[in-house]
């Protein structure tokens, strides 16, 4: 008598089911975004007249101002945030045993592991205090600290399937320590430094709550625009937008996957 | 593969030396945009509030005395215990428990069929599962603001097939909040523990089936306390960050539906906000998260030896 240890009855149905639940929302924001029809109740056509409104109409200025600022931060954020995580993730896998080296852990993955609000108030009351003034650079700086720990898994993760015997044979060749990381451990760890860029640059790009309290009067991000929006009653316009910046989000994790599978490929040490 | 014959060594003579440089940014910037802002908060929820916002430097227990003490309106009477803000952070956990509860009757089956597939269809069904943990959370709740509003898709479905004569009235509800926190933090359920069953080996299963085990014994008695590790992480990747939620409680509930995270921004919002008080209720859930946290390292610790 056997019987199949790894099939259950009803689990591929309820994986259908949690599919069906991840999807089905966002989905039908997609087709009520092409609803022919000023009121979000009523279906009445396939028009593009929203994608339309949200380049053209009378909140356009406000769409643009806040997705300008939301690409600047993300972008500047990403890179910053990407570039001392990959410094941290040298230091800690490279860096053997040292003291205080699980507190060093603890503190970079601090960001992941206080609530967001938390963080949000916290951050507020620092840059209130020392007369930070609120806006576009305390939105950046926030956003810094909190891609910080988003980067550094993926890099450091990458980094702990590379031996050092590369950095050691370009040593030997005399290579100096930048040289050393510039053409030798660069390269190897390029796919891990992406997907951790990528990574920091959605976080970012996503965020809400720590931008709505540290953003100041005045400053919208794509976040705080569409649920300053929202808040008075879910417009078509909305759903335009949101459907743009879904698919702006799955193009980014869709790249970001494809990068991890060609860094699998080229993996060097990955015997098995 | 001839890099493979090697011992694996990460520790590299060439980085070594210079690794507290490596580290000083982290160090600097999470140290001093992160440690400090929570110590200040720390301070800050023993202060005195100010009208309009921000403190007055005096020291006070008004913002925890407030949260649990109702001495009238003009404070002079004997206190008695004010349930509002209790009952707020009860709601909390209850909610909290509650996705998590969800998410893993949900999340476990699908993470146990995904870790059974062939390794080729495996990665694309995970990449499904990570779609969605990518897509902007704020969008997501509004997504699912729009499909079960009063005359939304819905309602208009169940209408349609005669299910319902009206719609249901889901908006606004606890209920609505729940079903929000269980999708907005659905695959953080998934994931761990799919990671857990992709490592469990299947042999324990037929040796098992081999001594005529019934299927779900099997399932109960060996699968589940070996993956035990990744169902702790899920849980608490879905409770943590339920537990705090602002979006879900303030886009799908009501006045009736106040979690910790309404309670923690109202306090910032306008006028009538009181930052010490919100710097208190800050804390008080920091500290939970803290207490939860500790129990999973302890766990992890002791598994480990």
């Not at chain 2, 003579?13 to 690794?19: E, G, K, N």
């Not at chain 2, 969800?102 to 990449?127: N, S, V, Y």
């Amino acid at each position: 008598m056997t019987f199949d240890v790894r099939r259950y009855r009803g689990f591929f149905g309820l994986t259908m089911l949690c599919l069906f639940i991840l999807y089905v929302p966002l989905l039908v924001v997609m087709v009520y975004s092409f609803n022919d029809s000023r009121s979000i109740t009523n279906w009445e056509g396939v028009s593009l007249r929203w994608y339309v409104d949200v380049f053209t109409g009378p909140e356009s200025e406000k769409f643009k101002q806040a997705a300008w600022n939301s690409l600047t931060i993300a972008l500047s954020a990403a890179i910053v945030s990407t570039t001392i995580a990959t410094a941290a993730a040298i230091g800690m896998v490279r860096g053997g045993a040292f003291r205080g080296k699980s507190a060093t852990f603890a503190l970079i993955s601090l960001p992941i592991m206080v609530p967001e609000i938390v963080t949000a108030v916290a951050t507020l009351i620092f840059f209130s205090t020392i007369a930070f003034p609120l806006g576009t650079l305390s939105i950046l700086v926030a956003h810094i600290v909190f891609c910080i720990p988003f980067a550094y898994l993926p890099i450091s993760a990458r980094l702990q399937g590379i031996e050092a015997s590369y950095e050691e044979a370009a040593q030997d060749l005399y290579a100096g320590r930048w040289a050393t990381f510039r053409h030798v451990l660069f390269p190897i760890m390029g796919p891990g430094i992406m997907s951790g860029f990528l990574l920091a640059f959605i976080i970012s790009l996503d965020d809400f709550i720590i931008t709505n309290f540290v953003k100041g009067a005045g400053v919208e991000t794509l976040p705080t625009a569409i649920f300053g929006s929202v808040k008075q009653g879910i417009q078509p316009n909305i759903m335009a937008l949101s459907t743009l910046l879904l698919l702006f989000s799955i193009a980014l994790v869709t790249l970001s996957y494809f990068i991890g599978k060609r860094g699998e490929a080229l993996q060097p040490d990955r015997g098995d | 593969m001839a890099a493979g014959t090697g011992s694996g060594r990460t520790v590299s003579a060439t980085f070594r030396p210079i690794r507290g440089w490596l580290l000083l940014p982290s160090w600097a910037i999470i140290g001093f945009f992160m440690v400090i802002p929570v110590l200040l908060m720390l301070v800050y929820s023993f202060l005195t509030k100010e009208f309009r916002g921000g403190v007055i430097w005096e020291p006070t227990l008004a913002a925890y005395d407030q949260f649990l003490f109702d001495r009238g309106l003009f404070g002079d009477e004997p206190p008695t215990i004010e349930w509002a803000y209790i009952t707020i952070f009860i709601r909390s956990i209850l909610q909290a428990t509650g996705a998590t509860l969800l998410c893993l009757l949900i999340g476990f089956p699908t993470a146990f069929f995904i870790a059974t597939r062939p390794a080729h269809t495996r990665a694309i069904w995970l990449f499904l599962i990570t779609i969605p943990y990518w897509v902007n959370l704020l969008i997501r709740t509004v997504s699912v603001r729009f499909l079960i509003r009063d005359n939304g898709p819905l309602n208009d479905f169940l209408l349609a097939l005669g299910l319902v004569d009206q719609p249901l009235g889901l908006i606004n509800t606890n209920f609505a909040v729940q079903l929000g926190l269980f999708y907005s933090y659905l695959p953080f359920m998934v994931l761990p523990i799919y990671a857990a069953v992709e490592r469990y080996n299947f042999a324990f299963s037929e040796a098992a089936s081999d001594l005529y085990a019934p299927k779900w014994t099997i399932l109960r008695r060996i699968v589940i306390p070996v993956v035990k590790p990744g169902i702790i992480a899920g849980c608490i990747l879905v409770f943590v960050p339920s537990l705090g939620a602002f979006l879900a409680p303030d886009l799908l509930g009501g006045a009736k539906t106040y979690m910790i995270g309404s309670l923690i921004e109202e306090q910032f919002k306008g006028n009538a906000g009181n930052w010490p008080f919100g710097a208190a209720a800050s804390m008080i859930l920091l500290s939970m998260v803290l207490v939860v946290l500790l129990f999973y390292a302890r766990g992890q610790s002791r598994e480990g030896a």
